[in-house]
């Protein structure tokens, strides 16, 4: 699977411009990284998926996100939706991929609607942000807060209980939200559901230590601790883009007031150049070591202490932080070559830092981590 998507990357990164100015990565693209697997590389092979460990998954998405920081969102989100499946009834799951496993869903993690209580399921209504997948998909995700005669119901660890739901793709309307400034190919725009009854055989519990429905490391694993590493494998990949495009520049961009030289000669860049790259290998190495260790501990049957899967969702704001730094400083040295719009590196520099807006790359996390270091009692939200 590798192989097919590195084989992809350079289609994916010229047409990235035409995928931003269209506002969504081509189809004809998604088309192929569907063939090679990408979409379904977490979902279970008990339902036709590939069936990857963590890792190998993360490295797909980096790949893809060397090309395009858009695309490889898109694969992403197409395929972290597979972990997500598990936490559904397995016979409904099943029902879904009989006809094959090329299955897709867009939607969103964030409980912005409710889940009324009712005979045999939920009404659900509400308005979700952030509804990212430019492909064509069959399923919508929302996840809400569960309500019984209009009150948020409490679950066991004291806060608001929530649900997943997941409804056919007709039953959802998505508006034309997202104009923003970076991974604008994401197509990532609002979507709304007014007041639509879901069977409680389609919903399904990601928190409060919910158990997954299949068997296997990654699915074990805390929801959030699978997503987030997931989000640092495409700053890595935007990164690695970022100083590929700088490096070639440099070879040919020569300075105003010395035009005898590229810039490729000048001693200060060459030392910048080498320690940016060291920057990066050390940020890749922390994060694949940080998801080798978890899945290591979960594989052999462990059950993951709370300050574990906090310490992984550190590092992905600490990869976050110094991918934005690298890409930063790549554009400045670039000089005004980066400000066109027409510049690969601006489109880098606008999408390392959208993606560092997601809430799984939040700095926040440091202040949890460092509370329970010392100690210190923190929102049973922020380990779940």
């Known amino acids: 699977m590798f192989a097919a998507v590195r084989a992809l990357t350079p289609e994916i990164t010229e047409r990235a411009s035409e995928a931003e100015e269209k506002l969504g990565v081509p189809p004809d693209i998604h088309q192929k990284l569907t063939h ?10 008990s339902v036709g998926g590939e069936g990857l460990t963590l890792a190998e998954g993360m490295r797909v998405i980096e790949e893809v996100s060397r090309g395009d920081g858009s695309t490889g969102w898109s694969v992403m989100v197409g395929a972290v939706w597979g972990i997500l499946w598990t936490h559904f009834p397995a016979a409904f799951v099943h029902d879904v ?5 090329d299955v ?4 969103a ?22 509804g990212s997948g430019s492909y064509e998909n069959q399923w919508v995700w929302a996840n809400c807060i569960v309500t019984q005669n209009g009150i948020p119901r409490i679950g066991p660890s004291g806060v608001p209980e929530m649900r997943m739901v997941v409804l056919p793709a007709e039953q959802v309307e998505f508006l034309d939200t997202w104009n923003v400034v970076g991974m604008r190919a994401s197509s990532s725009d609002d979507f709304v559901i007014d007041d639509k009854f879901v069977p409680a055989e389609h919903t399904g519990d990601i928190f409060d230590g919910a158990a997954s429905t299949f068997d296997g490391p990654l699915y074990r694993l805390p929801f959030r601790v699978s997503l987030s590493p997931t989000l640092s494998a495409i700053v890595l990949g935007v990164a690695a883009g970022a100083l590929e495009d700088l490096k070639a520049l440099a070879k040919v961009k020569r300075p105003s007031f010395n035009p005898a030289i590229t810039i490729a000669e000048d001693p200060v860049v060459q030392y910048k150049i080498g320690q940016l790259e060291v920057r990066l290998a050390a940020a890749r190495a922390f994060n694949y070591e ?3 260790e978890i899945w290591g501990r979960v594989a052999a049957g462990a059950h993951l202490q709370p300050i574990e899967g906090v ?8 990869v976050h932080t110094e991918c934005m730094a690298i890409v930063n400083e790549a554009f400045s040295l670039s000089g005004s070559n980066a400000i066109y719009n027409a510049s690969a590196l601006q489109r880098r520099w606008r999408d390392v830092r959208a993606a560092s807006q997601h809430l799984g790359a939040s700095p926040e996390t440091f202040g ?3 509370a329970l270091e010392l100690d210190q009692d923190v929102s049973p939200m922020a380990t779940d």
Do not use: N, Q
Not at 311 to 318: E, K, L, S
């Open 368 to 370: 949890i981590l460092g």
């Open 36 to 45: 090679a697997g990408a979409f379904r590389m977490y979902l279970p092979k």
């Open 109 to 130: 993690v964030a409980p912005k609607g409710t889940a009324e209580v009712t005979d045999g399921g939920y009404r659900v209504k509400g308005r979700w942000p952030f």
């Open 311 to 318: 310490r992984v969702r550190a590092m992905v704001a600490h």
């Open 97 to 101: 991929f009989a006809g094959g496993p």
């Open 104 to 107: 897709l869903a867009r939607g």
């Open 290 to 292: 940080a998801v080798e």
